[in-house]
C-alpha cells in the first residue's frame, strides 16, 4: 500500500506546530539505555523518524559522534540543519527511511514506528534487517496501546511486534517501560534486539 503520510503529510505538521509526540527531552529509559552503552565514541548511530532528536543531543552529551538523523520532513530537516550546524558528529538526511542504506551499529526507536502506517511494519522489520549490521542493535520505545482513533500514532500489541523482528532478531529485552513519562506511563514497552548473524 502507499505511504498516505508522506513528507507533504509531517511538513505540515511541522509548518503547523502540530507535534503533540514531542516530549521536549529524551524519555528517561532511553537515557538509562545511553548511560549503559560499552560502545566505542564512533559507533553509528542512527535515529529515524528523529523530531527533534533530543535523543542525539543526549548522545552527544555522552561522546558519541557518529550519529545520523533521518526525517521525512524537509521543515523540521532545515530546523535540525540550523541547530546542529556546530556539531560534526551529528548528519542530518532529509530522505524517507525506507531509502537508506547502513551498514548501523544502532538503531534508536523513538516515536518512528507508531508513526508508519500498520500495513508498513513488515517493511519496517525488513528495512531494520537490512541496515543494521549483523550483530548490531534495535532498541528503544514502543506503544503497547491499542489506540481507539484513526492515527497515527498507532498503536498495537508488543508480542506481536516481537514476532514481527525474532526472524532477523535476537531478542535480547522486552516488557513494560518503568520508566515512561506520565503521559505514557503503562502504555509502552521497551525492546532492545541484536540483529543475527
Known amino acids: 500500500m502507499t505511504n498516505m503520510l508522506d513528507n507533504s503529510f509531517w511538513d505540515q505538521r511541522w509548518q503547523s506546530e502540530q507535534t503533540g509526540w514531542d516530549l521536549g527531552a529524551p524519555a528517561p529509559a532511553l537515557i538509562r539505555f545511553f548511560d549503559h552503552q560499552q560502545s566505542p565514541p564512533n559507533v553509528r548511530i542512527?535515529?529515524?523518524?528523529?523530531?527533534?532528536?533530543?535523543?542525539?543531543?543526549?548522545?552527544?552529551?555522552?561522546?558519541?559522534?557518529?550519529?545520523?538523523?533521518?526525517?521525512?520532513?524537509?521543515?523540521?530537516?532545515?530546523?535540525?540543519?540550523?541547530?546542529?550546524?556546530?556539531?560534526?558528529?551529528i548528519k542530518i538526511i532529509c530522505a524517507d527511511f525506507f531509502s537508506l542504506t547502513g551498514p548501523f551499529?544502532?538503531?534508536?526507536?523513538?516515536?518512528?514506528?507508531?508513526?508508519?502506517?500498520?500495513?508498513?511494519?513488515?517493511?519496517?522489520?525488513?528495512?531494520?534487517?537490512?541496515?543494521i549490521k549483523p550483530g548490531g542493535l534495535l532498541?528503544?520505545?514502543?506503544?503497547?496501546?491499542?489506540?481507539?482513533?484513526?492515527?497515527?500514532?498507532?498503536?498495537?500489541n508488543p508480542h506481536d511486534y516481537i514476532r514481527l523482528l525474532e526472524n532477523e532478531f535476537d531478542i535480547l529485552e522486552a516488557g513494560p517501560c518503568d520508566e515512561s513519562v506520565k503521559p505514557r506511563q503503562g502504555n509502552e514497552w521497551q525492546i532492545v534486539a541484536r540483529r543475527k548473524g
Open 46 to 89: 542512527l535515529i529515524p523518524g528523529c523530531g527533534n532528536a533530543w535523543e542525539a543531543e543526549a548522545l552527544a552529551e555522552r561522546g558519541f559522534d557518529n550519529i545520523t538523523l533521518c526525517d521525512i520532513s524537509p521543515t523540521l530537516c532545515a530546523k535540525l540543519q540550523n541547530r546542529f550546524a556546530d556539531n560534526p558528529g
Open 105 to 131: 551499529d544502532l538503531v534508536i526507536e523513538q516515536t518512528f514506528f507508531c508513526a508508519l502506517q500498520p500495513d508498513l511494519r513488515n517493511d519496517y522489520a525488513k528495512q531494520m534487517a537490512a541496515i
Open 139 to 156: 532498541a528503544g520505545l514502543w506503544f503497547s496501546i491499542e489506540f481507539p482513533f484513526d492515527g497515527p500514532p498507532f498503536g498495537g
